[in-house]
Structures are given as C-alpha cells and as structure tokens.
C-alpha cells in the first residue's frame, strides 16, 4: 500500500510518499509562508505524482493557514483517488522524531500564538502524557521538561529551563510512520491549540 504523508502545520512544507513501509521519496521546505503555492507541486514531484491509497495529514497546533491549506488539499485528493484521510497531531510528529529509537521521553517546544508557546509532553511510547498548553515563555519554563527537549523553542525553552535541546526542531512528513498508529484518526478538525480570540457578542 503507498502511504501520502503531508506536513503543512509550522514553516516547513513537506511530503512524503511510502510503499509497504518504505519511503520512496519526500520533499521538504521551509517556508515561512508559501504553503499553498508549493504544496500541490511538491506532490507532484513524488513517484506517480503522489497517488496513494491512504493520505496522513497534519492537523497542527500551528499556522492556521498552514494547517488549512495541508487539509484542504488532503480532502481533495482523498476524494479524487478514493483515498482514506487520516489526520495526526503535529506535535507527536515532532516527538517520534526526537524519539527516534532511544523510546525516550520527549517534551515538545513549538512556536505559537501571541508569543506563546505550545508545550506538551509525550511518554517514551510516543503517545501524548498530557494536553498541549499554550504558554508564555516564563509559564513553559516554570512548567518544566519531561526527558528531551524538541520543537522550533526547545532552544529556547532549554536555555530557561536549564535543560538540554535535541537536535530536532522542525516536523518533516518523511518520518510519519514513525507516529503511533492510535494517533491517527479519520476527524480533520484542526487542532488549535489555545482558545480562538474572535467571541461572539454576549447578549
């Protein structure tokens, strides 16, 4: 079975394309804006310009548009190859990836909203001990780390918190097969995150 993985939910754009558990070939970028002008082209860079019978798709916390533009193109190619869409949290990403084979305990770092941070820690089966926070950079340091330290703040969070940082700071599609199989689910609503700031009027 050829798996599609896309990954749009930070700077960095990429995919990935796998056949029986192999990676084929993936592309990744980073950005900083751009997803939508790149997304659809990367794909078709891939084998067989990307056809795939299931597609994995990020589903954040991170850019809003990044993560809409990842789902949007997802669910019209599941439709168009009759494809099934799974979504997965792009924090859990970051953690297989800083996991690696060392099945460590690793406290992801990511940028957020308002100059917060999304913190949120996952156990050494890579699956989430805890729900993702929101914080400031002050809050994310009292808060602590659980094992490694990984994400796009690690850096920074390590340097006040007195920890050290692995190496991985960007989520990259090449390593979705590495995320826990119960991560994956066929919901696609975006994960935000932190409250929205638009309320609707009290009456």
């Not at 084998?47 to 954040?60: C, H, M, N, T, Y």
């Not at 800083?98 to 089966?125: I, Y």
């Not at 826990?180 to 609707?200: E, F, I, K, Q, V």
Request: proline share 8%; net charge negative; charged share 20%.
């Amino acid at each position: 079975m050829r798996i599609l993985a896309i990954e749009t939910a930070t700077e960095a754009c990429s995919v990935a394309l796998f056949e029986d558990g192999v990676l084929l070939d993936a592309r990744h970028e980073v950005l900083g804006r751009g997803h939508a002008e790149r997304l659809v082209p990367m794909i078709a860079e891939l084998p067989g310009k990307g056809r795939a019978e299931q597609i994995r798709v990020s589903l954040g916390p991170g850019s809003f548009t990044g993560v809409r533009i990842g789902l949007a193109v997802a669910r019209a190619l599941g439709i168009a190859w009759q494809a099934e869409v799974l979504g997965y949290p792009t924090l859990a990403l970051v953690a297989a990836m800083a996991r690696g084979k060392n099945n460590a305990p690793v406290t992801v770092c990511m940028t957020g909203g308002h100059g917060e941070w999304f913190v949120q820690d996952f156990g050494a089966d890579g699956l989430p001990a805890d729900e993702v926070a929101s914080l400031a950079p002050e809050a994310a340091a009292q808060r602590g780390a659980d094992g490694l330290l990984a994400g796009s703040k690690a850096e920074e969070l390590g340097d006040i918190a007195q920890a050290p940082a692995a190496p991985t700071r960007l989520p990259d599609a090449r390593h979705a097969l590495a995320l826990p199989d119960s991560l994956l689910g066929t919901g696609l609503a975006p994960l935000y995150g932190r409250p929205p700031d638009a309320r609707p009027p009290v009456r």
